[in-house]
């Protein structure tokens, strides 16, 4: 199964959601977007395949939106587009894409879902909560 990252690795949760891939197996395809950008075709897309908006996907705190003024509800969602391929720290993540789908992974045990098999327990998430046990069983 190919498996794809949109990471930041300065973020906690990106961060674990790559190990968790990894710890299952996988070599990710891992794309740091904060330095190779966004095409509007490319967010298109991924919103398309994960079921969200570009309201949805914005990454509201340690972002620049509330100085873009982008936290208002009447901006239109081509105006959120448009400021995410110019501010590409807008988008939230971990977006990661597999066979069974395209997620953006907040809280990062949803990854699991993705994946064809799980990664040895025990596992926490970046909060220390436990997501698999010791016998390899999801807990999240």
Not at 47 to 54: K, V
Not at 123 to 135: C, M
Request: aromatic share 2%; net charge negative.
């Amino acid at each position: 199964m190919d498996v794809v990252i949109h990471h930041n690795p300065d973020c906690g949760t990106s961060r674990n959601v790559l190990s968790i891939i990894e710890k299952a197996g996988y070599r990710p395809t891992v794309i740091e977007y904060l330095k190779e950008g966004w095409t509007r075709p490319q967010l298109l897309a991924l919103f398309a395949a994960a079921g969200l908006t570009p309201r949805e996907a914005l990454r509201t705190t340690k972002s620049p939106a509330e100085e873009l003024g982008l936290l208002d509800p009447e901006v239109s969602d081509e105006k959120l587009m448009e400021a995410m391929i110019a501010h590409p720290v807008l988008v939230n993540r971990p977006i990661v894409c597999t066979t069974k789908g395209v997620r953006l992974c907040r809280p990062s045990e949803m990854v699991l879902d993705l994946l064809d098999h799980l990664p040895p327990g025990p596992l926490a998430k970046e909060d220390g909560e436990l997501i698999i046990d010791a016998d390899g069983r999801r807990v999240a």
